[in-house]
């Protein structure tokens, strides 16, 4: 007979002013098997209506570290936990579940009271893609359902009117609804299911259920919301735990409405590129990192090295190929107008943006989409293709176009960003601008991120994807600079920087003028001349603010794998005379010499 393990739940606590009547959290109160089968879930609050499950395929599973290192239970659709108890919720009352989903396509329930009877249930779960809330006999739907696999709490009320229905997720208000009025409560308590495995099981996994006999009040929910998002790892506004972050990734989870595991991914991807842009990069494929492919090379996933995002294709008729080498010795992943790769998931990229791709095309005559976030709903898409010859971006619906194609077989990095009005669109190629467009009626994403097609078929891309990047701002032009240089660098791609500026400053001691020049992205370098000559790769490489004593022509440019990638800058370092001690010194004069192209830094 298998060991079983009991966990205790004698040290409840409360976490709240008011007290659920009903309340289970896996972190106490669950009894499991040796195969981790649960066979019964007990009641923390006062009414101790325990649900159990005696038949060994309908057990749930008991999952150690689930979430934020706290356990639940897994339910696969057929498993559920039952008491025949009736809780006699007449009026108002709050049901919460902490739970995900790991099918968001079924219809599901994590939960519900009561029986068949019309109007005497009270159910929560998913429906057609969206919250509902279910009474047998009617039902009402609120937001759309979240990413699979990923924890929120789910809160649906009803008020003392037995009609109006409102529901939250992780404490904001989602969606009202409206229903005829509900009947007293039939007998029964399902977890994993609708009214005791009857059907439509949950398939994922519940942390956490709590039940209020009265609609909570704003404050009541708050405190409930910050206990759960504490717990948890969700995002909350009020919650306590990004305090624990930097103000920069405080701003990335307020933007993105990120939960704790998300915060850390981004914390550990910019810990690991410590020399890339990777200030708001929310989407992040490489080919030289997270490509699994097999023996003969079809790609079946390839890993977001942000962790959150990652695209794959089961079908080998559909799967790309990788290629080992393929730009500057570096590997591709290259799409031959049938293969994709794709994950249900909303990004939620609903403000300004960019996009930018590395790639290359072998057919630049035809419609093709490289990268492609969101579905088929008019205005909910955003992506990056060609088009009639041109850049092109699409919104399912709303588009606009850029600046001609590339030649064939020519690796560029395209980039599209769309500003906070959501209606201007920027192009570029390699980091310079191409064109300036505005798009109209865009709508909140959808469910979706594809590589290598329109949405997950269709006007597949033909040719090669190295790397794609998406950052949840527009870049502003510093930070593009530092992009392009980066891809440049790992590419061999051509790209183009301004002229440095070159400020001049009395040395704060001893003798001379100090110069300084304006900062550049890495791996690019500033090299310098002082004797009014063009600089190139082998002239002084620039570490630091350095004092002249003699007065010079400062001339510098910068320099990307010893090829210039930008104008020359000059500017007079011009140092007093006489030294100090004797009366007051005017500056020097000396021959502005400029070479050929220099741009004057006044």
Not at 12 to 38: E, I, M
Not at 248 to 267: F, G, H, L, M, P
Not at 471 to 492: C, E, F, I, R, W
Not at 540 to 558: E, I
Request: proline share 4%; with cysteine; charged share 10%.
């Amino acid at each position: 007979m298998p060991a079983i393990a009991f966990i205790s739940f004698l040290l409840v606590g409360h976490c709240c002013a008011q007290t659920p009547v009903f309340w289970l959290k896996a972190d106490v109160g669950v009894t499991y098997g040796g195969s981790n089968d649960v066979s019964s879930w007990a009641d923390q609050s006062s009414g101790g209506n325990t649900v159990t499950q005696a038949t060994g395929g309908n057990k749930p599973t008991y999952i150690a570290s689930d979430i934020n290192g706290l356990p639940a239970l897994r339910f696969n659709g057929t498993q559920w936990l039952y008491n025949s108890s009736n809780l006699g919720l007449n009026s108002d009352m709050t049901m919460i579940v902490v739970g995900s989903t790991a099918d968001f396509s079924l219809n599901e329930y994590g939960f519900d009271l009561g029986g068949s009877a019309t109007s005497t249930l009270r159910g929560q779960g998913y429906y057609a893609y969206k919250q509902i809330a279910v009474f047998a006999g009617s039902y009402c739907q609120g937001a759309l359902v979240p990413n699979m696999n990923t924890f929120v709490a789910e809160t649906t009320t009803v008020a003392s009117s037995l009609t109006d229905i409102t529901f939250y997720r992780n404490g904001v208000q989602t969606a009202t609804a409206t229903i005829g009025a509900l009947s007293n409560m039939s007998a029964g308590i399902t977890v994993g299911s609708y009214i005791n495995g009857a059907s439509n099981g949950w398939v994922g996994d519940i942390a956490e259920v709590m039940v209020y006999d009265h609609k909570l009040t704003s404050t009541e929910l708050q405190t409930v919301t910050v206990y759960l998002a504490d717990k948890y790892g969700l995002y909350y506004a009020n919650a306590t735990w990004p305090s624990s972050y930097s103000s920069a990734v405080q701003a990335e989870i307020t933007r993105n409405k990120w939960n704790k595991s998300q915060a850390d991914n981004y914390v550990a991807m910019q810990s690991a590129n410590p020399n890339v842009m990777t200030n708001g990069l929310v989407i992040w494929f490489k080919a030289d990192n997270g490509v699994t492919y097999g023996g003969s090379n079809n790609v079946s996933l390839w890993a977001d090295q942000t962790g959150n995002y990652s695209v794959a294709q089961a079908s080998g008729t559909y799967q790309p190929t990788y290629i080992s080498s393929d730009v500057n010795g570096k590997p591709g992943v290259r799409f031959g107008g049938s293969a994709f790769m794709y994950t249900p998931t909303n990004s939620y990229l609903n403000a300004d943006m960019t996009t930018i791709v590395v790639g290359s095309t072998s057919n630049n005559g035809i419609e093709e989409y490289s990268v492609h976030l969101g579905d088929v709903v008019t205005g909910t898409s955003r992506a990056q293709a060609y088009a009639g010859g041109l850049q092109a971006t699409s919104y399912w619906g709303p588009s606009c176009l850029g600046a001609q194609v590339p030649l064939v077989n020519t690796f560029v990095a395209e980039a599209n960003a769309l500003a906070s009005n959501l209606n201007d669109v920027t192009f570029y190629r390699n980091g310079q601008k191409t064109a300036v467009s505005t798009v109209t009626g865009l709508q909140n994403t959808w469910f979706g991120i594809t590589l290598g097609a329109f949405y997950d078929y269709g006007r597949f891309w033909e040719g090669d994807i190295t790397e794609v990047m998406i950052y949840d701002h527009q870049l502003s032009d510093a930070d593009m600079n530092s992009v392009s240089v980066y891809l440049a660098d790992k590419y061999n791609l051509t790209v183009s920087l301004p002229a440095v500026a070159i400020t001049t400053a009395l040395a704060s001691s001893g003798w001379g003028t100090t110069v300084t020049f304006s900062s550049v992205p890495y791996p690019a370098q500033i090299r310098y001349t002082l004797n009014g000559s063009a600089p190139t790769s082998s002239s002084t490489l620039y570490s630091g603010p350095f004092t002249v004593t003699a007065s010079s022509m400062v001339n510098a440019a910068v320099f990307l794998n010893s090829v210039q990638i930008s104008p020359v800058a000059f500017a007079p370092a011009l140092v007093p005379n006489p030294p100090p001690g004797s009366p007051s010194g005017t500056p020097a004069t000396i021959n502005l010499i400029k070479p050929a192209n220099a741009v004057l830094i006044p």
